[in-house]
């Protein structure tokens, strides 16, 4: 009896110090558990139902779960994900910065590791790895994850934190 009580307090004590750590939903490998070169069957099986599918320019597909407030694209040529992007202030990385958050907040969790990324000479997204911050006033608007300018641009033309 004594040992199963002690293995019941053992049990339920190491399940809540798991629960108190908070999830890392976004980082430089996925983004909501999708990561760049999973397949369409992967991205769709890991989006919350319904996943709305478009059709865009330059080659480009995009399955959304606006539920999830998530978007996958795929592009032409590019083997399996392309792009992932959040606008969900729920998702945030080890550092607690997601969407919606303040940029101050990006610019103390990861400091000099950010690369700015201009148009017209004002900062409109910061790179962290494969991540993408696009700023939206004060605020991080998108957070998304993918590589080379093409990836900067699908970030700062995907939906925003609002």
């Not at 009580?5 to 980082?27: K, M, N, R, V, Y």
């Not at 558990?33 to 397949?39: H, K, Q, Y």
């Amino acid at each position: 009896m004594r040992i199963a009580l002690a293995l019941f307090f053992a049990f339920g004590c190491t399940a809540s110090f798991a629960s108190a750590q908070p999830a890392i939903d976004i980082s430089p490998l996925y983004i909501a558990g999708i990561s760049l070169g999973a397949t369409q069957a992967q991205a769709r099986a890991v989006m919350t139902k319904p996943v709305r599918v478009d059709r865009l320019e330059d080659g480009y597909m995009r399955f959304v779960s606006t539920r999830q407030k998530l978007e996958s694209y795929f592009r032409t040529g590019t083997k399996g994900v392309a792009v992932v992007t959040t606008w969900n202030r729920q998702l945030q990385t080890e550092r607690q910065v997601g969407p919606c958050s303040t940029v101050t907040a990006l610019k103390r969790a990861y400091g000099p590791l950010l690369a700015p990324f201009k148009q017209g000479g004002k900062t409109v997204a910061y790179r962290y790895d494969t991540l993408i911050f696009t700023l939206k006033g004060t605020r991080v608007g998108t957070v998304a994850l993918g590589r080379g300018t093409q990836a900067m641009y699908v970030a700062l033309g995907a939906t925003q934190c609002s």
